[in-house]
């Protein structure tokens, strides 16, 4: 158990069902604000909730201050007692008139960290590969389940290969690559597609001025989700477009794929 007093307790602050275990709501509700809050306060020593697989990102918050991490139970336990400092980081998730600029400056903090300085020469476009779940959301994870079990494309070799015949384009798997090399593989993506869900967060690395493509289910109800990425997009200076996918494991349509990348909408 870390002694208690010696170093602010950060938690992130995240919208109802929310979990920093899953990637959308670490990086937007915990990895953007700490970054924002470590740059700005520069605590010597600070405690941070165990993120499970996302935990590799903490090695890329800014230098110089001492991460302890440490298990939900423990802060649970930790948290009864009212000597606990504790700072509850506001999310990237709120809509709020400063989160573009907030962004902005973690992204232009975060490239530089990673020796990200030039811009692209040519036009790159990463496609997002949903896999199989990693076994920690399997079996520990407070929200089960994640990756190909929830949303799927069974097509997504032949839209890779229609999508090569427009741009430049790469698969893109963020499970299998360091958090450093996933945040510059997406510095040097001009054109982002991918299906609904948590990978198409990482249009926070991309330069403004890129296109991001969802494929959106049918069935995905909610007005919210279903302006998630679009906001978000908009919100980075990106411009958007959506696909059509009949349900949550469909084939997606090739023609309207490609329809969607090479035809950007203005940014009002």
Request: aromatic share 6%; glycine share 4%; with cysteine.
């Amino acid at each position: 158990m870390f002694e208690k007093n010696l170093a602010p307790l950060l938690l992130p602050n995240l919208p109802a069902g929310g979990s920093p275990e899953h990637f959308y709501h670490f990086l937007l509700s915990y990895f953007l604000p700490l970054d924002d809050y470590l740059s700005r306060h520069k605590p010597a020593r600070v405690v941070l909730r165990d993120c499970g697989p996302m935990n590799a990102w903490f090695e890329m918050l800014p230098p110089g201050t001492t991460r302890e991490i440490a298990p939900l139970a423990t802060l649970l336990e930790a948290l009864s007692p009212t000597e606990v400092a504790q700072a509850h980081l506001p999310s990237f998730e709120i809509d709020q008139p400063t989160r573009a600029r907030r962004i902005a400056r973690v992204r232009k903090r975060v490239l530089a960290r990673v020796k990200v300085t030039s811009r692209p020469r040519q036009t790159h476009l990463t496609f997002i590969n949903r896999l199989p779940s990693l076994p920690f959301y399997l079996e520990d994870a407070e929200i089960k389940t994640s990756g190909a079990e929830r949303r799927s494309l069974p097509n997504f070799d032949s839209l890779l290969a229609a999508l090569a015949e427009v741009s430049m384009a790469q698969s893109f798997a963020g499970e299998h690559l360091p958090p450093a090399e996933q945040v510059r593989v997406m510095s040097e993506t001009s054109i982002l597609v991918g299906q609904h869900g948590a990978g198409l967060a990482n249009m926070v690395w991309m330069r403004p001025g890129g296109h991001v493509v969802e494929i959106l289910p049918d069935t995905l109800a909610g007005p919210l989700r279903r302006q998630l990425f679009r906001s978000l997009a908009h919100l980075c200076g990106h411009s958007y477009a959506c696909v059509s996918q009949s349900d949550d494991h469909a084939p997606a349509d090739a023609e309207s794929l490609v329809h969607a990348v090479t035809h950007r909408e203005r940014i009002d």
